[in-house]
C-alpha cells in the first residue's frame, strides 16, 4: 500500500471518528414532555407500535443541539408487584395475591358471630358485631393498601425507538441507560425490569445487562402480551423473547 493511500485511509477513519464524537457530545437525554406525546404518538404509530395510553412522565428523549428529537425510549410500571405467589412452587414474578392475603389475616380476627337472640338486628351484641366487623374491614383495606406500596413494583422497558438517520450512534444505548440509572437512583432494581422484544435483537439487549427468561419467568402481567404477540411473531418467522434486567 503507498504511502499516500495509507494517509487517506488514516483521514477516513480519523473523520469517522470525529463523527461518533461529534454526534455524542451534542446528545442530550431529558425527561419526557407533555408536549413530547403527540409526535411520539404518531412515530409509534407509524411503526407499528402501540401510540394508546402514552404518559410522557414515563419517556425519555434524545435531542440534538437543535433540539431535534433523535429517540426516544419509556419506562412504565406494570401495576403489579415484582412478589411471586408463596403458594405456587417456582412462581413466575407478579403472581402474589394481596386480596388473599388480606382475607386470611381479615378471617383470624373475625370476632365471634353472635347466635341466639343476640343475633338479631336490635340488640347491643348484634350491633357490637356489625361495629367491630366494619372495623375490621377498614383494617384489611389499609394492610393490603400499605403491603402493595411498600412491595417492590414490575416495570417494562418499552418503546425504544431511534430515528433511521440517527441510529447507530448509541443513541439507543444511551437512552435504555438513561433510564435504567434513574430507575436505580429511585432504590429500584433492574431485576424488576422486562422488555419484550425479538431474537434478531436480542443481542443488543444482552449487551445492555438484559437476559432471556424462559416462558415459567414471565411475569403475570405480560403474560397475555407475550402468548399474542407469540402468535404474531411466529406468522412472520420471527421469534418473542422475554428479557430481564440483571440482578443487582
Known amino acids: 500500500m503507498s504511502t499516500s493511500m495509507a494517509r487517506t485511509n488514516l483521514l477516513?477513519?480519523?473523520?469517522?471518528?470525529?463523527?461518533?464524537?461529534?454526534?455524542?457530545?451534542?446528545?442530550?437525554?431529558?425527561?419526557?414532555?407533555?408536549?413530547?406525546?403527540?409526535?411520539?404518538?404518531?412515530?409509534?404509530a407509524r411503526n407499528l407500535m402501540n401510540p394508546l395510553s402514552i404518559d410522557a412522565r414515563n419517556f425519555v428523549v434524545a435531542t440534538n443541539d437543535d433540539g431535534d428529537r433523535l429517540g426516544f425510549a419509556q419506562l412504565r410500571p406494570l401495576g403489579?408487584?415484582?412478589?411471586?405467589?408463596?403458594?405456587?412452587?417456582?412462581?413466575?414474578?407478579?403472581?402474589?395475591?394481596f386480596d388473599a392475603a388480606a382475607d386470611d389475616e381479615a378471617?383470624?380476627?373475625?370476632?365471634?358471630?353472635?347466635?341466639?337472640l343476640a343475633s338479631l338486628p336490635w340488640t347491643a351484641e348484634y350491633r357490637e358485631f356489625?361495629?367491630?366487623?366494619?372495623?375490621?374491614?377498614?383494617?384489611?383495606?389499609?394492610?393490603?393498601?400499605t403491603a402493595e406500596a411498600a412491595a417492590p413494583k414490575l416495570f417494562?422497558?418499552?418503546?425504544?425507538?431511534?430515528?433511521?438517520?440517527?441510529?447507530?450512534?448509541?443513541?439507543?444505548?444511551?437512552?435504555?441507560?438513561?433510564?435504567?440509572?434513574?430507575?436505580?437512583?429511585?432504590?429500584?432494581?433492574?431485576?424488576?425490569?422486562?422488555?419484550?422484544?425479538?431474537?434478531?435483537?436480542?443481542?443488543?439487549?444482552?449487551?445492555?445487562?438484559?437476559?432471556?427468561?424462559?416462558?415459567?419467568?414471565?411475569?403475570?402481567?405480560?403474560a397475555f402480551e407475550v402468548a399474542a404477540g407469540g402468535l404474531v411473531t411466529r406468522a412472520i418467522g420471527e421469534k418473542l423473547v422475554c428479557m430481564r434486567g440483571a440482578e443487582g
Do not use: C, K
Not at 372495623?135 to 389499609?142: F, G, I, K, P
Not at 432471556?212 to 405480560?222: F, N, T, Y
Open 12 to 44: 477516513v477513519r480519523w473523520l469517522m471518528v470525529l463523527q461518533v464524537l461529534t454526534r455524542t457530545a451534542a446528545l442530550t437525554i431529558r425527561p419526557g414532555r407533555r408536549s413530547d406525546e403527540l409526535a411520539i404518538a404518531a412515530t409509534m
Open 80 to 97: 403489579a408487584a415484582a412478589l411471586a405467589d408463596p403458594a405456587t412452587y417456582d412462581a413466575a414474578p407478579g403472581t402474589y395475591d
Open 107 to 116: 378471617w383470624d380476627e373475625l370476632p365471634s358471630i353472635p347466635t341466639g
Open 130 to 145: 356489625a361495629a367491630q366487623a366494619a372495623r375490621r374491614r377498614d383494617a384489611r383495606t389499609a394492610r393490603r393498601a
Open 156 to 222: 417494562e422497558l418499552a418503546s425504544v425507538f431511534v430515528f433511521e438517520q440517527h441510529r447507530n450512534g448509541g443513541v439507543g444505548a444511551a437512552l435504555v441507560r438513561r433510564l435504567l440509572e434513574s430507575h436505580e437512583m429511585a432504590d429500584r432494581r433492574a431485576a424488576d425490569v422486562y422488555l419484550l422484544t425479538l431474537e434478531a435483537t436480542r443481542p443488543w439487549y444482552e449487551r445492555l445487562g438484559f437476559r432471556a427468561v424462559g416462558a415459567a419467568d414471565v411475569p403475570a402481567p405480560l
